[in-house]
């Protein structure tokens, strides 16, 4: 088996890294960053999704465990003094893979016939650089609303615990295949108005969003940050990719929420 392992390159982060390394070379696997089968992300969840987005053209084979060396994150579960344990399940193959959806991002413009095309594991949102955003919603082709606020943020549902929940988008367990719309500060009064609620997607509709006034907008996929100038729409669905994670054992989704946003045995 070949693997591979990011690290947050902090002190602990790293020296975790060498000693997983050090006991997979003894169990015989093979360390391959260009074709891994198998991706240790030790940090936190921004690390795992570095990881992600470094192997998002090898999906199908590539399968993702987590180990935390901060606070306990969605995507890395495991705790540092479990390392040699983790390892010992990797070499003895005592795993089963679970997939999460995706979100597919394309960006059309005015001047060029091929779209760019981004997958995220989190989110990705749009905002104008300098004023406000004004964009047509459309779902299905139809046009549903004209937004006007800071901006609009579409998740996938492992992503909906992140930035989505900040903005009081709903919580949405990853074994539903949707993506959800929530706005940013949008502008309610008596001229101008949004449906001001979050709007859960299934896998197969469509949104687009296209520019009444301006063409240039900030557009993040997860960590990434990028200018789009010369827009005529974005759109989002559901990936046909999905993202595999390693998993050893069971740690349900739920209580995954309960640990990171109501009590867990750390904080006890």
């Known amino acids: 088996m070949k693997y591979f392992i990011m690290s947050r390159s902090d002190d602990l982060s790293n020296e975790l890294m060498d000693k997983a390394r050090a006991y997979l070379t003894d169990f015989g696997m093979e360390w391959n960053e260009e074709q891994p089968d198998i991706v240790l992300s030790i940090g936190g969840d921004g690390t795992?999704?570095?990881?992600?987005?470094k192997y998002s053209d090898q999906l199908s084979s590539v399968a993702f465990?987590?180990?935390?060396?901060?606070?306990?994150?969605?995507?890395?579960?495991?705790?540092?003094?479990?390392?040699?344990k983790l390892v010992l399940s990797i070499a003895k193959k005592e795993y089963e893979v679970i997939e999460y959806p995706l979100l597919e991002t394309s960006i059309h413009y005015r001047n060029k016939e091929e779209p760019a095309v981004y997958l995220a594991m989190n989110e990705s949102t749009v905002k104008s650089p300098d004023v406000t955003l004004v964009m047509d919603v459309l779902l299905n082709e139809s046009h549903f609303e004209r937004f006007r606020g800071d901006g609009l943020c579409m998740s996938t549902p492992s992503g909906s615990t992140a930035y989505n929940k900040a903005l009081g988008g709903a919580i949405i367990h990853p074994s539903l295949e949707a993506m959800q719309l929530t706005e940013m500060a949008s502008i309610n009064n008596r001229v101008f108005r949004t449906v001001g609620s979050p709007l859960v997607l299934p896998s197969h509709h469509r949104c687009a969003l296209r520019p009444v006034k301006a063409p240039d907008f900030m557009v993040t996929v997860d960590h990434l940050q990028l200018?789009?100038?010369?827009?005529?729409?974005?759109e989002y669905k559901v990936a046909d990719q999905k993202v595999r994670f390693a998993r050893f054992r069971p740690f349900p989704f739920w209580r995954r929420v309960h640990d990171s946003f109501i009590d867990s045995e750390e904080a006890r």
């Open 227 to 234: 200018l789009h100038k010369d827009v005529r729409s974005i």
């Open 48 to 53: 795992m999704l570095h990881a992600f987005h």
């Open 65 to 84: 465990v987590g180990i935390h060396t901060g606070h306990l994150g969605f995507y890395a579960d495991w705790k540092p003094i479990e390392i040699e």
